[in-house]
């Protein structure tokens, strides 16, 4: 409304943000919040081991460094890459939802900058200082102080970015007091900090057991006390894992339930559910049992195997995700914005006026006769397309085909029953937030998508209509 509309056609613009997320928070849990303590806890262990044998403190200290160097090279630059672009492309894809959530948690996000100019800091810091720390055991302790803060800064970037997670789904009593204190609390985070925690341990734990059977060759005298370390690392943190994540996963069914009233709808809802906690178990049932064998024997096993339990919980956070998100709908911030980026507030004065006097950066504000097509194209732009595209995936003709078959001609006045009713058909899109004119305006166009396909072209391909008029008339006025 208050914005131009980024689109992408051909994939949706989901894709767009999810596809730099979920590599974002593989990289972050498992090699920066979980490889933080434990690299350092590997090095402390070289460290307590100095007197008994300066070889073996030797042999840890070299493991733990190899570690670092991969956890460094990755973090610094894909993964701080990710983390940005996940800001920059939530952004794009939907500005007024990011505005809104800066004005709620403008100091956390400030924090937050600052926090993690001191985690890149310390990160450089401990991977540049290591060898110079192996002078003298007072220079050791300190470096592996430097691994306990980089440790704790890692985790506070998370922990405050979850807090903006939770929010979305549930603002809690935000919605009433609208303060940062009370957004931030909502009744999601202490669950999910709670169960992101184990799980970047984990995650951390399972690729740990790969670098281990890469780095400390079969001659190393510490390779089966590597291995027994990092199994161990892993699976203390497993019951943690199932624990908090049965907590998250009661948690949410009964919050947002609550708010569903169809029964369709949660039953789809659930059905996820059911699958992601058959994977959890699953991917989480695979790190241990390769953690308990490494455990018991780790002379036997072989490399590949190592693989399994990383993709498995990869999978896993991934489906995590994506069902975190998807069950967000239809808001993109709870009972506060839906996710076409109109607020709940505002959507009576846009069923009574239209949508499209309200908007900026539209080509057209009125559905007349002549421009029907246009006007339904600027309504589908703002209504539909944060979720679905004209000819890509998830297109919105493909919907409606499937519903009421393919060879059939798309009728107008059935998609207008639809659509009026839509919200209630599915949970998980916002009702129709325009008038009738544009109702009709819309489902006109559909159909004619369905006659001609194409695709539809956002801002950055079809320039701001709004912002192009004023320029041509300020020419017209220099010319006159
Ligand atoms: C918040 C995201 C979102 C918005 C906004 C949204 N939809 Fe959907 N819609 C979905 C999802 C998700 C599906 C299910 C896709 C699937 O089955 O894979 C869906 C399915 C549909 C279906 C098929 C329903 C069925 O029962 O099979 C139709 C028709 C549809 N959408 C039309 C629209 C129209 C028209 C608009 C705009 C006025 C719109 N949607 C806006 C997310 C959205």
Redesign the pocket.
Known sequence: MDFPIFHLDFMGNRWLIAMIAIVHVMINHALAVGFAPLVTLMEYRGYLARKRDPLEQKHWDELAYKFLFVAFVVTTTLGALTGVGIWFSAALVNPASIGSLIRVFYFAWFTEWIVFVCEVLLIVIYFLSWRKSNRSEKAKLRHIRFGLFLSIFSWITMAIIVGILGFMMDPGSWLSDKTLFSGFTNPIYMPQLLFRTPLAMIMAGTIGLLLVAIFAKKDNPIRPKAFRFVSIWTLIWVPHVVIAGLWYYYKIPDLMIGNLPVALGTQLFQQWYDKLLFVMFGAVGLAVIIGLWTLINSRRIPKWLMVLPIIGVFIFIGMFERVREFIR??YVIGDYMY??AIRVDDYPLLQRDGILPHSTFVSVQEVTEENTLEAGENVFLI??T???TASGI?S?VN??E??YGKDNPLNVEAMKT??RN?HN??Y???P?PGNEKELDA?AQYIKSLQTYPRPIEGAQLNGTPAIEDDIQKIKEKIIN
Request: proline share 8%; glycine share 0%; hydrophobic share 45%.
């Open positions: 709908k239809p996710a076409n209504a539909c944060r979720c679905h998830n919105v919907r409606f499937r519903m639809y659509m839509m058909a599915r998980y899109m916002p129709f819309l």
